[in-house]
């Protein structure tokens, strides 16, 4: 029997490629999304076909309620609103001085909040309360325990970073943490910048990162200030081998359920 996959906003850029991995790795996945099965730059890939793509809001649970009482194994929340930095300026120009200066500035002097924090709210955290919320009502006629899992993000990032942004991923963090038992087994993935060939504003700026990576590591290595960019690929492997390994693992594992970047890869 193969294994469910429910993923909301299949449709993304990190979506598509865990709707592909699982696929590939033999799960019967189901995406939801506004849109539906997403626009493809060519040819639908093959993979794409053996998707079940639904049009579904998670702001309104009776658009997706019903696929919530389907026997799922997992149920992946990939929805949010993504940052917005001054690091595409100093990529540009390649300034890897500037990125590490930039990631200090920002754990001593976070940016004050602006227009786009009830954007991060409502995208990054009521998005998600609300599934939950629906996942708990729906608890008593439920006879198996999913894995559930959020995408979040990694609290070491190098650029200047609007707070509510990481607070909005936090906040969904613990609302996942504090309402999971004994309905479902939770998963938190905390990916840094992701690129791939796909999206070529992700190149440069994975490159520059990388850089300052290693370059931070040799003036300042007992301080984290650069997360590793990582291939969208990676944390897409590295998410279905969570679920994967959790599944397999229930009853066997008390380990915190939060994958960093290095931890993804090390699946």
Known sequence: MSKSLLIFGG?????????KLATLNGWKVTSVSRSGSPQFRSNIPYWATKIKWESGDLFDPSSYSHLLKEPHQAIVHSVG???EGNYKDQV??????????SAIQSKLNP???NSRDNTYN???????????DELNKQSGE?????????????PILPIDVNPNY?????????????????????????????????????LPLAGALSAANTLQTMICKDINLVS?????????EGIVKAIDQTLINEEKTSEAPIFTPQKLINL
């Open 81 to 83: 609103a993504y940052l």
């Open 11 to 19: 449709g993304g850029f990190l979506g598509q490629n865990i709707c």
């Open 166 to 202: 990481l607070n909005s991923k936090r906040a969904s963090e613990q609302y996942l943490l504090t309402n999971s038992h004994p309905n479902y087994k939770p998963l938190i993935f905390q990916p840094g910048l992701m690129y791939s060939d796909e999206r070529s504003l992700t």
């Open 122 to 132: 409502k995208l990054n955290f009521q998005s998600f309360k609300i599934l939950i």
């Open 111 to 113: 940016s004050p909040a």
């Open 92 to 101: 540009k120009k390649g300034e890897l001085f500037g990125l590490l200066r």
């Open 228 to 236: 590793k960019p990582l291939h969208v690929n990676q944390v897409a």
């Open 142 to 154: 439920r006879t198996f325990k999913p894995v559930v899992g959020y995408v979040s993000a990694s």
